[in-house]
């Protein structure tokens, strides 16, 4: 499994959890989403990540750090429409298995993935069009038309876009279906135009835990000396 829930829950008791979007498993405790869903949060609510570990286990695992895209802006939902999740357990990865960053392309055969229940997945087939075939100057944007709107309806922000086996991820969808009369469509981003932040904001994650356990540790030595 590579798919969790992005959810909001009740900030005392963890419980109450809201749906908001698919997030992609980057490593044991970062997770790639659309920066969109994780607007407009109520003060007596906080972000987490929902995991389901089986039919009846799922865990909630409240986000200790939320990165945006710095130039994201909500006015503009096609450009910079990514964020990365950080949870403080570590899942295990046993069950959810780290996917790399790869890179989609005009003309491209992929399948957009989903959780249509907390263990089953949902997967589209379709056929990936640059900004240029989706009437847009957006160098950003990847568009593809889907044929029957439920099956457009159920692939939400954040569900991850794979163009090759499993393992590696090669797009986001941003938005949710858009229609135009009989006309259905998903946009996505390339998570290879933004390879380079992804892997800053996990790294910089890695090392500032690095970082916490050598003061930890340094302490503890300092004490045994006094």
């Known amino acids: 499994m590579f798919l969790v829930h992005v959810v909001d829950v009740n900030r005392e008791s963890?419980?109450?959890?809201?749906?908001?979007?698919?997030?992609?498993?980057?490593?044991?405790?970062?997770?790639?989403?659309?920066a969109r869903c994780l607007e407009d949060i109520s003060a007596d609510r906080i972000l987490a990540i929902s995991a389901s570990h089986g039919i009846a286990q799922t865990?909630?695992?409240?986000?200790?750090?939320?990165?945006?895209?710095?130039?994201?802006?909500?006015s503009d939902l096609l450009r910079n429409n990514l964020a990365i999740l950080e949870i403080g357990?570590?899942?295990?990865?046993?069950?959810?298995?780290?996917?790399?960053?790869?890179?989609?392309?005009?003309?491209?055969?992929?399948?957009?993935?989903?959780?249509?229940?907390?263990?089953?997945?949902?997967?589209?087939?379709?056929?990936?069009?640059g900004h240029a075939n989706c009437s847009s100057d957006n160098n950003q944007l990847f568009c593809s038309g889907v044929l029957h709107?439920?099956?457009?309806?159920r692939f939400v922000p954040g569900s991850p876009v794979l163009c090759g086996d499993e393992g590696t991820i090669n797009g986001v969808t941003i938005t949710n279906c858009v229609t135009n009369g009989s006309n259905n469509t998903l946009y996505f981003h390339s998570t290879g135009q933004f390879s380079d932040w992804i892997e800053e904001v996990v790294s910089e994650a890695n090392s500032?835990?690095?970082?916490?356990?050598?003061?930890?540790?340094?302490?503890?030595?300092i004490i045994l000396k006094l």
């Open 149 to 153: 709107l439920d099956s457009c309806l």
């Open 208 to 221: 500032l835990k690095k970082l916490s356990f050598l003061t930890l540790f340094a302490t503890f030595l």
């Open 89 to 129: 357990q570590s899942l295990d990865t046993n069950i959810f298995t780290r996917q790399t960053i790869g890179a989609m392309q005009d003309g491209d055969p992929c399948f957009v993935h989903t959780l249509i229940s907390p263990t089953a997945r949902g997967i589209l087939a379709v056929n990936i069009r």
């Open 59 to 74: 865990t909630i695992h409240p986000a200790v750090r939320v990165s945006k895209h710095p130039q994201f802006v909500e």
């Open 14 to 34: 963890l419980n109450q959890a809201h749906n908001r979007c698919i997030a992609t498993v980057l490593s044991d405790r970062h997770f790639l989403t659309a």
